[in-house]
C-alpha cells in the first residue's frame, strides 16, 4: 500500500530519517510488524511564529518497496534530420530549446558568442582579480549564460508556462541531486552548474546537435518577411548560413542584438523594468531575525536543522515599488558587468549556501515615462538609461570595477561613511554617497523602502550591512515583441523571440520553459 500524507514537524524531527519514520509510523497508526519505507515529495520551511515547522509531503510504502528514481529522456538522433533550427545563445532557453528540438527530431544547431563553461573560468577570474572584462566572456555572456555563474536558483510562478516537473526532472538526468524535486525554493548552487551544463552539452552533441562557441551573430538577410540567413563572427572570419528557423534566446544583456534589430527596422518595444543595488548583511543577522533567534549561539544550534535564512521583502514608495530580488542566503556579490567601462552587481550561493554572508538586490520599479530624457533613442531609452548608471556606477567606483558602496543606515541617513563593512564582493569596494550614483529617480525611493523593510524586519536597517551598486541586470528593458499563440514575430515568421532577453522570462526555469515552447510553436 502507498499513501501520500502531509506533516507539520519541527526542523529537528524533519532532519532525522528515523525519527521522521517512526513519526509516519504513528500518523498511519501501523503496527511493530510493518515494513515501512517514505520518501520526501515536498519541503517548505513555515516561519512565521515562533516556533518554526517544516512542512512535508511524504508519500509511505507499507509492506512493499518504493521504486528508485527514474527519468527517461526521448531525445532521437537528429543528425540526418532534415529539418534544422538555429538557437543564438546557450543560456536555459538556448540550450531547452535544443533539447527540445533533439525530442522532435528536429536538429539543433547552437550559436554561443561566449566560452564554454570551463573556459570562462578564466574570464570571471580576470574580472575579479584584475578588472578586465572580456565583452564576449563574462558573467552574463557563455555556456550557460548568465544562470551559470549566479546562482542557479529553480524557483518560479510561472506555472502556466509550462511543465515545471519536466524541466526539473532533465536537470536531474543530467546530474542534479533529486533534493531539487522536493525543495520549495529549490536550488543547484554555482558550484555545481558547470559540470551540469556540460552534461547537457555532451547530450545535444551526442545525439546529433551542432554548438559553436565564440560566435556571435552580427547580421541576417530578410525575404518575404522571412530570415533566410544569417551571418555570424567567429574570431575574424565571418560566415553566412542559411536558416530555416531562428530562435533569440540571447538573455538580457546582449545589447547588440537589439541595437541590430532596431538598425534594420525590426519592431521593438520598450519595457519597464527594475533597478537598485545589492545589499549584504550577515548571514547570522538575517538568520537570527528570520528564526527568532535571541543570539548567536540559539543561531548556530538552530543552523544544525535549518539552511541559511532569505527573505522577501516588498514596500510602495508613492506608487513605485521597491522590492528584494534574487535574495542569495549565504552568498557573494557578483561584478557581471558585459562591458570595461561599467559595474554592474548580481548574487550568487553555492550549493550548501555557507558563505558568511547574505545579500539581495533591492530594486526600485521603473515605468517607461521614466525614460523620458532617453526619448531620442526610442525603443531603446530604457536600455540607454540603463547604461548610464552602470558608466556613473564605473565613474563613482574609480574607473576600475571596484564598486561604489555605503553603509546601510548612513545611506538612509544620507551620511558617507568612514569606513565599510567586510564584503564579499571581490573587486573591491569604495566608500561613496550613493546618492550621487543612482541619481533623483532611484536613491529617494530606496531610502523610504529600506526604513520600512527595517520596520518589518527588526535589525534588517543596520550598519552592518552595506549597499553595492548597481543592481541593474534584473531584466531586459527591451521587449521583442511575438504572437501570442504562434511566438513567431510579427514581421517575421520564422523568428521566435525566447526567453529572458525578449522579454518572456524571468529566471532559469521559465527561461527553459519557454525555450520548449517555442520549439513546439515552429513544429506546427
Known amino acids: 500500500m502507498q499513501k501520500k500524507i502531509q506533516l507539520q514537524v519541527s526542523p529537528q524531527l524533519a532532519s532525522d530519517e528515523q525519527r521522521l519514520k517512526d513519526h509516519v509510523k504513528e500518523e498511519l497508526s501501523l503496527n511493530t510488524t510493518s515494513s515501512l519505507a517514505i520518501r520526501i515529495l515536498k519541503r517548505s520551511i513555515d516561519a512565521r511564529g515562533r516556533k518554526i515547522k517544516i512542512n512535508l509531503t511524504v508519500l509511505a510504502a507499507v509492506d512493499e518497496n518504493l521504486p528508485p528514481f527514474e527519468f527517461t529522456a526521448a531525445y532521437k538522433n537528429v543528425s540526418s534530420s532534415g529539418k534544422t533550427c538555429h538557437i543564438i545563445g546557450a543560456g536555459p532557453a538556448g540550450l531547452f530549446a535544443a533539447l527540445r528540438c533533439l525530442e522532435a527530431g528536429i536538429k539543433p544547431v547552437v550559436i554561443e558568442r561566449g566560452k564554454d563553461v570551463k573556459a570562462r573560468r578564466r ?25 551559470t555563474y549566479s546562482d542557479g536558483k529553480l524557483y518560479t510562478r510561472s506555472n502556466k508556462r509550462g511543465d515545471i516537473e519536466k524541466i526539473l526532472n532533465t536537470f536531474v538526468y543530467h546530474g542534479a541531486s533529486t533534493e531539487i524535486l522536493v525543495d520549495a525554493h529549490p536550488h543547484i548552487g554555482t558550484n555545481k552548474l558547470p559540470l551540469l551544463i556540460q552534461n ?74 527594475a533597478l537598485g543595488v545589492r545589499v549584504e548583511h550577515p548571514q547570522s543577522l538575517i538568520d537570527s531575525i528570520q528564526y527568532h533567534c535571541g543570539n548567536l549561539n540559539e543561531v548556530q544550534a538552530i543552523r544544525d536543522y535549518l539552511p541559511a535564512a532569505s527573505y522577501s ?6 506608487g513605485r515599488g ?27 550561493s553555492p550549493s550548501k549556501r555557507n558563505n558568511p554572508y547574505a545579500n539581495s538586490g533591492i530594486v526600485v520599479g521603473l515605468e517607461s515615462a521614466d525614460f523620458e530624457p532617453y526619448k531620442t533613442f526610442g525603443p531603446l531609452a530604457g536600455l540607454e538609461f540603463q547604461k548610464s548608471l552602470e558608466k556613473n556606477a564605473w565613474l563613482h567606483g574609480g574607473k576600475t570595477q571596484t564598486a561604489p558602496a555605503q553603509r546601510l543606515m548612513d545611506f538612509t541617513n544620507s551620511k558617507i561613511s ?29 531610502k523610504e523602502g529600506f526604513k520600512a523593510f527595517g520596520a518589518k524586519m527588526r535589525g534588517y536597517l543596520t550598519n552592518e550591512a552595506i549597499i553595492v551598486g548597481v543592481e541593474s541586470r534584473t531584466s531586459t528593458p ?47
Open 313 to 318: 521583502l516588498v514596500h510602495q514608495v508613492k
Open 478 to 524: 527591451v521587449r521583442i515583441p511575438r504572437d501570442k499563440d504562434t511566438l513567431q514575430h510579427p514581421q517575421l515568421k520564422n523568428l521566435f523571440p525566447c526567453g529572458e532577453g525578449a522579454g518572456y522570462a524571468g529566471g532559469i526555469m521559465s527561461a527553459a520553459m519557454d525555450g520548449e515552447r517555442c520549439v513546439d510553436a515552429l513544429r506546427y
Open 200 to 273: 547537457i552539452r555532451e547530450t545535444i552533441l551526442h545525439f546529433g546537435g551542432e554548438i559553436r562557441f565564440n560566435t556571435k551573430l552580427i547580421d541576417f538577410n530578410v525575404t518575404r518577411e522571412k530570415i533566410t540567413s544569417i551571418k555570424i563572427l567567429t574570431g575574424s572570419d565571418e560566415e553566412e548560413l542559411k536558416v530555416e528557423n531562428l530562435i533569440l534566446a540571447t538573455g538580457h544583456s546582449a545589447r547588440d542584438i537589439y541595437e541590430l534589430l532596431h538598425s534594420k527596422s525590426v519592431l521593438i518595444e520598450a519595457k519597464p523594468f
Open 418 to 446: 568612514s569606513s565599510l563593512p567586510d564584503c564579499s564582493y571581490q573587486p573591491g569596494t569604495k566608500s561613496v554617497d550613493m546618492q550621487m550614483v543612482l541619481g533623483k529617480l532611484i536613491g529617494p525611493s530606496l
Open 322 to 348: 521597491v522590492y528584494s530580488f534574487c535574495m542569495c542566503p549565504g552568498g557573494i556579490i557578483a561584478p557581471c558587468a558585459t562591458n570595461q567601462e561599467e559595474v554592474v552587481t548580481n548574487g550568487w
Open 123 to 147: 574570464d570571471l577570474a580576470a574580472i575579479n582579480k584584475d578588472h578586465i572584462v572580456n565583452p564576449e566572456s563574462n558573467y552574463c555572456f557563455g555556456e550557460g549564460g548568465a544562470g
